[in-house]
């Protein structure tokens, strides 16, 4: 059989001559050969075998029309066309691809790492209660907030100003265990809500570089601070009751594959593998109630005032937030709590009945690093506790200074 193309026979004939030849064995070439005398292109076989049948349903389907009236340049079109479609459906074929092998990926990094949380946690013995003391008579016109955050537990450096490592961490957090002891005396308080406000580990996944000022790894992180943190909240309950919240998701706490965006896997966060196992370690505390957060952000009252709070760091404009933020939970919100910033103020942003709406900045335990010094800001390392009266709300602020 003649493979090339005759001098008379238009292109459609030409095709459908091959394919019919290739399909019925009368010609004993592979497909890849037959694209090439079509179209002058190379091709798998796999490849072509699929373009084929593309171009074959074009040339049936011309046929059902009659194409005497149609050039080589709308045949042509008509198979460029198919191509496309063919190409992609190939390109779909291979996102799918990649995506589910990104999604095994991140599965099975993280099956790891719960695995590995569990053989450390096995270790942990019974937390007894503490030696609690007697509580003092609160006023009931009166409440108190202890709100810290980034405490980047893990990292170590030295800065113009400061200086970080584990050690200096626990000595921070005793610190602010002995100011709060004080403010208990000094107000008579006998029941103090606790805050925390994200970035407690200083985690391993947000860019390379961090690398350098790491002590220990993710998981560890994890460990040491949790257990000590339970420890460090029964010798608070030893002077005062405790109703404690923290914010699920931050930035340095995110699994976050390097070369990934930020927020792509945000329900992959230490800080909830955090609350869960202060929440089961505190249980027997009576004087403890370890609250969940069930959405976004953290939401709860005191007295009449509606409080918002959140790590922060996903946060646009502060300025518009308290009234955003009441547009979309259809509350009306007097305060929001936000961190990620390392320095304290606050902000009117508002009115209440009576009161100031405000945007209030939480210092870190950390306190400034090298990136603070490059910029010439910073904040002392610190925590806040804020008085609330029935009648004026915020009323009261302690600047604790923990460096």
């Given at each position: 059989m003649e493979l090339q193309r005759q001098p008379t026979e238009l292109f459609l004939d030409y095709a459908d001559r091959l394919i019919e030849a290739k399909e019925n064995n009368i010609i004993d070439i592979d497909k890849s050969e037959i694209w090439e005398l079509l179209f002058g292109e190379k091709f798998s076989s796999d490849e072509v075998r699929k373009r084929l049948y593309g171009v074959k349903k074009i040339i049936s389907k011309l046929k059902e029309e009659g194409y005497e009236n149609i050039t080589e340049d709308d045949v042509l079109r008509k198979i460029d066309l198919e191509k496309i479609s063919l190409q992609k459906e190939k390109y779909k074929i291979q996102t799918l691809r990649l995506d589910l092998n990104r999604i095994i990926r991140e599965s099975s990094r993280t099956e790891l790492l719960y695995e590995e949380f569990i053989l450390t946690l096995k270790e942990c013995e019974k937390t007894p209660l503490p030696q609690f003391k007697e509580l003092h008579n609160q006023s009931v016109s009166k409440q108190y907030l202890l709100s810290f955050a980034d405490s980047h537990f893990g990292k170590e450096f030295e800065s113009i100003t400061n200086e970080y490592d584990l050690d200096i961490v626990y000595k921070r957090f005793n610190k602010l265990l002995s100011e709060i002891i004080?403010?208990?005396?000094?107000?008579?308080?006998?029941?103090?809500?606790?805050?925390?406000?994200?970035?407690?580990v200083e985690g391993m996944c947000l860019r390379i570089s961090q690398l350098t000022s790491l002590k220990i790894g993710i998981t560890k992180q994890t460990v040491q601070f949790m257990r000590f943190m339970v420890q460090w909240l029964n010798k608070v309950s030893e002077v005062v009751e405790i109703t404690y919240y923290s914010t699920p998701y931050s930035n340095h706490g995110q699994i976050r594959p390097f070369g990934s965006k930020a927020n792509e896997f945000v329900s992959e966060d230490m800080e909830q593998i955090i609350f869960a196992y202060i929440h089961d370690r505190l249980e027997n505390n009576p004087r403890i109630e370890v609250v969940e957060c069930e959405s976004k952000h953290v939401i709860f009252?005191?007295?009449?005032?509606?409080?918002?709070?959140?790590?922060?760091?996903?946060?646009?404009?502060?300025?518009?937030?308290?009234?955003?933020?009441?547009?979309?939970?259809?509350?009306?919100?007097?305060?929001?709590?936000?961190?990620?910033?390392?320095?304290?103020?606050?902000?009117?942003?508002?009115?209440?009945?009576?009161?100031?709406?405000?945007?209030?900045?939480?210092?870190?335990?950390?306190?400034?690093?090298?990136?603070?010094?490059?910029?010439?800001?910073?904040?002392?390392?610190?925590?806040?506790?804020?008085?609330?009266?029935?009648k004026q709300g915020k009323r009261k602020t302690y600047d604790i200074i923990l460096n």
């Open positions: 004080e403010i208990v005396d000094e107000c008579k308080i006998k029941k103090l809500i606790i805050l925390a406000l994200g970035d407690l009252s005191i007295f009449d005032y509606n409080i918002i709070a959140s790590h922060g760091h996903d946060i646009k404009n502060p300025i518009d937030f308290i009234k955003d933020a009441s547009d979309k939970y259809k509350i009306f919100f007097d305060y929001a709590f936000f961190a990620h910033k390392h320095s304290s103020g606050t902000k009117a942003v508002g009115e209440g009945q009576t009161n100031n709406c405000e945007i209030i900045n939480v210092p870190s335990i950390m306190g400034c690093d090298e990136y603070a010094d490059d910029l010439l800001v910073g904040s002392k390392a610190g925590a806040t506790l804020i008085e609330f009266t029935e």
